[in-house]
């Protein structure tokens, strides 16, 4: 991530008050105060998205779309408004262009089913990397196994960053398909957009853009980064579970026949042919997430108001004490190393497994991720079976990350 | 629950310094465990001769849970009748599953019974209990084809 410092006129955030706006971190985990560092894995939700959810089921929920009454049309136009401030959030053309589903993996799928899966056959190929999260790996399996297209993938180098020299070896193949993560959940890697999405379209390629990691750390402008797709969790942004986007360009959009059938994506049904609806109810195939979308807008409102740049550089800062701190954990090794990261720290230990590492620092009320993350691959890369991250966000602290290190320091005494 | 009784003395050995960890090269019986969740992966030998298991063994790698539970199986189980596996397996699992009614048997269980803090992380019962379904597996299996 490059992060500046503060701009002129912007304070840096209040963490304490920043703190104070997520009732989860006021608990103590076996007598110790809870130390959030899985925010990779989920983020925590801020009370006033608790509150819109509560809301919502409190005072306008219905049906929306088809109801003529009251709750009906307020329950639309929360759904909606929700649609329209997160389309703002990426910096959409338009709300049309983006589609609610239930989060990154699903809005994956979707594009491999209706977007490529016509459109390829043997002799094509699907490009993308060694670092991706199984979700941006599998529907593209898949896609190859029907189709008979061929799966291709950009090696990553020793510190976790794509070979760029390999990309371009793989573009002269002229892959029809590029899938990359902006950043990596497994190492933090910030992927090097704004140079691989032109040279992937030069070559005639559908760029999509797995976001899961990326909206809630830094600013998305999905027309700036000129990719063709953008996938994002609404849960890993301090929205509920259950409930993402696809952002994708109308045109492409409208060129994509339905996924799903059912009530809502269709304008008018009979035996011998249905007439689908517009984007992007096309591809919302019955009752939606609805509570979830108002609660994922509620939390992209809430990202803009802290401010993006602020939240990037508190996490820069938190970042670089991480580096610092960890480093000088005995027989401790970091992989994913490279200049551009977002605030996750993997790493792994001389004889001392991931997962006794996670009971023991549970133990210290500290949450961490131990496990492949999802990115098989990768850790075979780095020739390990497990890692152990600590991913922050903006409301962690300097003193949870001192906690970390002294309870790791600790786990090598228990296990000596 | 205190992270001593959890890491007791006995798993802290056995995952420093695991019993019985190699092949045996002329095993009767070989099964293959994986858990993928922590990526604890390891092989179970066994040379059963009349119903008797004259040796165990096992290669792998793993959490420390995994790893010290492997070892003491080996431990406990060489020169045993091979029934005796049958009712330890089950023992185990009353003495890790924190839903069973019936209390285990620590008598009976010795040793393995210093794995009893597992019971209190249920995300960790997989890791001690992997060993022994590889060793159910391999028991219920068919004997190897020898090469020879
Ligand atoms: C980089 C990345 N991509 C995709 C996903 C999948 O997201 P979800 O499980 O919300 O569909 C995740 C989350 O685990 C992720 O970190």
């Known amino acids: 991530m490059s992060i500046a410092a503060p701009q002129g006129g912007h304070e840096a955030l209040d963490v304490n008050a920043v703190r104070r706006d997520f009732p989860v971190l006021e608990q103590t985990v076996r007598g110790k105060p809870l130390a959030y560092l899985d925010n990779a894995a989920t983020s925590q939700k801020p009370r006033r998205v608790i ?14 779309h088809r109801g003529v009454h009251t709750l ?26 983006l589609v609610f589903l239930r989060g990154t993996t699903e809005a994956i799928n979707l594009v491999a089913n209706a977007w490529a899966r016509p459109k390829l056959g043997r002799g094509d190929r699907v490009l993308i990397t060694e670092a991706e999260h199984h979700s941006n790996i599998v529907p593209w399996q898949l896609l190859c196994e029907q ?9 990553v180098t020793d510190s976790g960053e794509l070979d760029l020299d390999a990309f371009e070896q793989e573009l002269t193949g002229e892959p029809a398909i590029f899938a ?28 999509v853009v797995d976001g899961a990691q990326a909206t809630p750390h830094l600013a ?32 492409h959009l ?68 991480a580096t610092r701190v960890l480093s000088e954990v005995p027989g401790l090794r970091i992989i994913g190393t490279g200049p551009h990261k977002a605030a996750v720290v993997s790493f792994v230990m001389t004889d001392i497994h991931p997962h006794d590492l996670g009971t023991i620092l549970d133990h210290e009320g ?22 152990t991250r600590a991913s922050m966000a903006m409301y962690n602290t300097t003193e949870e990350i001192d906690r970390l290190a002294a309870a790791l320091t600790r786990a090598r005494e228990v296990l000596a | 629950m205190d992270l001593q009784s959890l890491y007791h003395e006995i798993i802290v050995d056995h995952n420093r310094r695991p019993r019985n960890f190699r092949r045996i090269e002329d095993a009767t019986r070989m099964s293959e465990g994986h858990n993928p969740l922590c990526g604890d992966k390891l092989k179970l030998y066994v040379l059963l001769e009349d119903g ?72 960790r019962v997989k890791c001690a209990t992997l060993s022994w379904h590889t060793l159910h597996a391999a028991l219920e299996g068919e004997d190897l084809i020898s090469t020879e």
């Open chain 1, 51 to 64: 509150e819109a959810i509560d809301h919502y089921y409190r005072h306008d929920n219905a049906n929306i």
């Open chain 1, 72 to 97: 009906s049309e307020r329950a639309t136009a929360a759904y909606e408004n929700a649609r329209e401030g997160l389309a703002r959030f990426i910096n959409a053309n338009s709300a049309k262009e």
């Open chain 1, 147 to 155: 189709t008979g297209a061929e799966l291709r993938v950009v090696p």
């Open chain 1, 180 to 207: 990359v993560g902006h950043v990596s959940n497994a190492l933090g890697t910030v992927n090097p957009l704004e140079y691989l999405i032109p040279r992937a379209k030069a070559v005639g390629a559908t760029v």
């Open chain 1, 220 to 251: 998305v402008d999905v027309q700036a980064l000129g990719c063709d797709f953008y996938a994002f969790s609404g849960h890993k942004m301090f929205g509920p579970t259950g409930i993402g986007c696809l952002w994708g360009r109308a045109e």
């Open chain 1, 254 to 321: 409208d060129a994509m026949p339905p996924w799903q059938g059912g009530g809502e994506m269709i304008k008018v049904v009979r035996f011998d042919k249905s007439l689908w609806n517009d984007i992007p109810h096309k591809f919302e195939a019955g009752t939606p997430n609805i509570a979830g979308a108002i609660g994922l807008g509620e939390a992209a409102a809430y990202i803009s108001e802290l401010g993006i740049d602020r939240i990037a550089a508190r996490e820069a800062l938190l970042l670089e004490h």
């Open chain 1, 366 to 387: 500290i949450a961490i991720r131990a496990g492949h993350h999802c990115a098989m691959p990768l850790m075979e890369r780095f020739g390990v079976a497990a890692t």
């Open chain 2, 52 to 123: 008797v298991i004259k040796d165990v063994s096992f290669e792998g790698s793993g959490c420390a849970i995994s790893m010290a539970s492997a070892s003491l199986l080996t431990e406990r189980l060489k020169g045993r009748p091979e029934a005796e596996a049958e009712e330890l397996f089950e023992e185990m699992h009353r003495l890790l599953t924190s839903d069973s009614e019936a209390e285990a048997d620590t008598d009976k269980l010795g040793k393995l019974a210093s794995l009893a803090g597992v019971r209190a992380y249920p995300s």
